[in-house]
């Protein structure tokens, strides 16, 4: 059976993806309507991952023999100034997500709930590729601003980007 302060912690977690998913995907339709087809993509494919991130979450509550606690999900912002806003957005949320992460590491480690910790690895090992990509498309759009057709030529290489389910659902 599961601590129940990991398990209040990864109900919260469930929520938090959730969450992200969500503001991906108002990040999606804003880039839509401004004419960004390909980062619309972009942001409709990292809003699909956190949803698979949600859903590892939740299966492993109920493997460890939790109850899964689904809780209203915050509104997100909807509107930005403009394409390296969103972007911006995407940088500092993927660095408070990393801190969430750490944070659920360090009371599983607290609790000694070392299946909790080791289930976490994976996530930590993701935040790592998550800030380091979100880093690199906001350079790459920064770089792609001094040039007329570098927009043009970004938003068809985010056209481009796919989402690849994890292979294994732990």
Do not use: C
Not at 20 to 37: H, N, V
């Amino acid at each position: 059976m599961i601590d129940e302060k990991v398990l209040e912690a990864l109900n919260k977690q469930v929520n938090a993806e959730l969450y992200s998913s969500y503001l991906y995907m108002a990040m999606s339709a804003f880039l839509e309507d401004k004419g960004l087809p390909g980062f619309a993509n972009l942001e409709m494919v990292n809003a699909k991952e956190e949803l698979d991130h949600a859903m590892k979450f939740y299966d492993f509550i109920i493997r460890r023999g939790g109850k899964v606690e689904i809780e209203a999900i915050e509104k997100p912002t909807t509107d930005w100034e403009n394409p390296v806003a969103v972007l911006e957005n995407v940088v500092s949320h993927e660095e408070k997500v990393t801190g969430l992460i750490n944070d659920l590491v360090s009371l599983a480690i607290e609790q000694k709930d070392f299946a909790t910790n080791q289930f976490l690895q994976w996530f930590v090992d993701e935040q790592v590729e998550e800030e380091e990509t979100a880093n690199d498309d906001l350079n790459s759009l920064n770089l792609a601003m001094d040039s007329g057709n570098g927009l043009y030529l970004l938003d068809q290489q985010f056209a481009a980007r796919v989402y690849t389910p994890p292979a294994t659902n732990e």
